[in-house]
């Protein structure tokens, strides 16, 4: 697996909007896992902008969301429904019935997982998964040491990872813990796409792509998947020495 570089973080979300907009051209009902956070805002506003101007539509693909934190209700502005309503549900013609993003705020937080595990396989399973990386390997909410077999569960989020999250929360507690789906929930689907920018990713990117395949660096599982593709920036490539790739398309 060599990773594609491109130069900023505007190329490398038009290519991630590019590989999302041809599997729904090849298979308009698809099924996505899709991420939140900072990183895949770009490739967003670039989907909704080829809903706008092409006509692209997304009305028969079916969508999951990789994780959400546990007691929040989903009008919280801090939650990731309110994310993803904001950044790309909203703004284009998914059907509501087939966007499915876990309830947080479900009194039965493990009977959540297990439907949500439950609707993932009954949906045909997932076609594309796109995913972010965080400072310290996660994907999704699978902090260090999550076993490469788990499926969706409730997890505790990483001290770290709180830390980053903070500021979506002005001044409340940012929560402990989430669902997220798992890693082998993750490694089953179809084909996987990581983008990461940034120069505060490289490290993570360098251990996921040049280090041992640890469960201490949950992203490194990713090399073991038969079709999975890394889309960086040149920031987040950094640490990579020559083991990356300029063009080459996922
Ligand atoms: P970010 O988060 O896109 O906000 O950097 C990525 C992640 O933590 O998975």
Redesign the pocket.
């Known amino acids: 697996m060599r990773p594609r570089v491109l130069p900023d973080y505007e190329t490398m979300s038009t290519a991630a909007a590019d590989v999302v907009a041809s599997k729904l051209r090849e298979k308009p009902h698809a099924v996505f896992m899709i ?1 939140t ?4 805002l770009g490739m967003y506003r670039g989907l909704a902008a080829r809903h706008e101007r092409e006509g692209l539509s997304f009305a028969r693909a079916t969508f999951f969301n990789l994780d959400e934190y546990l007691g929040l209700p989903p009008d919280h502005p801090a939650s990731y429904h309110v994310y993803m309503q904001e950044n790309f549900y909203g703004r284009v013609d998914v059907d509501p019935e087939r966007v499915h993003v876990p309830d947080g705020s479900a009194p039965d937080p493990e009977a959540e997982c297990e439907q949500y595990e439950r609707a993932i396989r009954v949906s045909g399973g997932v076609d594309l998964c796109v995913l ?3 400072r310290n390997g ?2 999704g909410f699978n902090e260090p040491g999550a076993p490469f077999d788990s499926r969706t569960r409730v997890v505790r989020l990483a001290e770290t ?1 709180r830390r980053v999250n903070a500021t979506d929360f002005e001044g409340e507690r940012a929560p402990e813990r989430a669902i997220s789906v798992g890693m082998r929930t993750i490694s089953d689907s179809r084909k996987v796409l990581l983008l990461a920018s940034g120069a505060n990713k490289a490290r993570a990117v360098a251990a996921a792509v040049g280090g041992e395949v640890s469960e201490e660096v949950p992203a490194s599982a990713l090399r073991r998947h038969p079709n999975v593709s890394f889309l960086l920036d040149r920031d987040a490539a950094s640490a990579l020495g020559d083991s990356a790739s300029e063009g080459e398309p996922p």
């Open positions: 991420p956070g900072t990183t895949p972010g990386i965080g996660h994907i990872t």
